[in-house]
């Protein structure tokens, strides 16, 4: 497994407050966690689901179910 489970429940809530339209600020906000800190599971996120961007990595990780 590539996340540990801490990790992958950051990376699914993120992902998941981003396709419900909120900002990079918001969602760090939201989750009482920094900025950078929502960047850093973005990219892990990025890199495992093979997305180049933000838009696709919420696209693919609706596409796997991992978010609505």
């Known amino acids: 497994r590539f ?3 801490h990790r ?4 699914q ?3 998941q407050l981003l396709a419900d339209g909120l900002a990079l600020d918001q969602v760090a906000s939201r989750l ?3 900025r950078e800190t929502v960047r850093t599971h ?3 996120a990025y890199k495992r689901l093979g997305a180049g961007d ?3 990595a919420v696209a693919l990780a609706m596409r796997k179910g991992a978010i609505r």
């Open 54 to 56: 933000r838009a696709h």
């Open 32 to 34: 009482a966690i920094g």
């Open 13 to 15: 809530a993120i992902l």
């Open 8 to 11: 992958l429940m950051g990376a």
């Open 3 to 5: 996340f540990n489970q």
């Open 42 to 44: 973005l990219k892990a």
